[in-house]
């Protein structure tokens, strides 16, 4: 069974839309009630996509970081999901 999570609102979906409620059904996000009964509700204010993921590519424990080592660093951020990084 896909384990299902009931968020209420508000939930920003665009900068002047607000949806009232959304569902989290095998990891996905969804606007429409599924046939499942949700395993937990969650309240609040939620921004999808947005998360405070604060990192430095280029930088090691000595400082600076080389070239092979930054690359590295992006590639394990972009495998965990991280496809925007701003430093």
Partial sequence: MTEVFHVSGPILTAPRE???EAWIV??????TQPAEPASRTLGGWVIPGLVDAHCHLG????GAAGDGET?????????AGTLLVRD
Avoid: E, N
């Fill in 18 to 20: 607000i949806a009232a």
């Fill in 26 to 31: 095998g990891g996905r996000m969804t606007y």
């Fill in 59 to 62: 930088l090691a424990a000595g």
């Fill in 71 to 79: 690359v590295r660093q992006a590639r394990t951020d972009a495998a």
